[in-house]
């Protein structure tokens, strides 16, 4: 189960955390991502962490402003987002598969980023 939070309403230029809690497994062989939906658009692939080692992904377009990282101990992840701008408003999903499959199996509830210009 993931159950995502940190969403809400911002300013442009501002910051958020979004966190994603996991649990119901062991997730040591997973990778743990973020998803975004904007109104009217196609959902998009945010970045991503292997929870076994840190490695971390980023869409092109978000490197720089968005930074991925996990607390094992808590077994959250974390998506810190900085200098919003309008455009990222969205509904931001996490959501994990295991390093070997193609598709994501668990899917978090959703939270919402708004930033107004």
């Known amino acids: 189960q993931l159950q995502a939070s940190g969403g809400g309403l911002v300013q442009a230029g501002g910051s958020l955390r979004l966190a994603c809690a996991a649990s119901g497994r062991s997730f040591s062989t997973y990778v743990m991502s973020w998803f975004r939906q904007a109104p009217g658009k196609e959902r998009e692939f945010v970045s991503a962490i292997i929870w076994d080692g840190g490695r971390t992904y980023y869409a092109d377009s978000l490197k720089g402003r968005f930074t991925i990282s996990r607390d094992t101990a808590k077994s959250t992840v974390y998506l810190q987002m900085n200098s919003l701008k309008p455009e990222d408003t969205a509904v931001y999903y996490c959501?994990?598969?295991?390093?070997?499959?193609?598709?994501?199996?668990?899917w978090g509830q959703g939270t919402r980023v708004t930033v107004s210009s």
């Open positions: 959501a994990t598969r295991d390093v070997m499959e193609a598709e994501y199996a668990y």
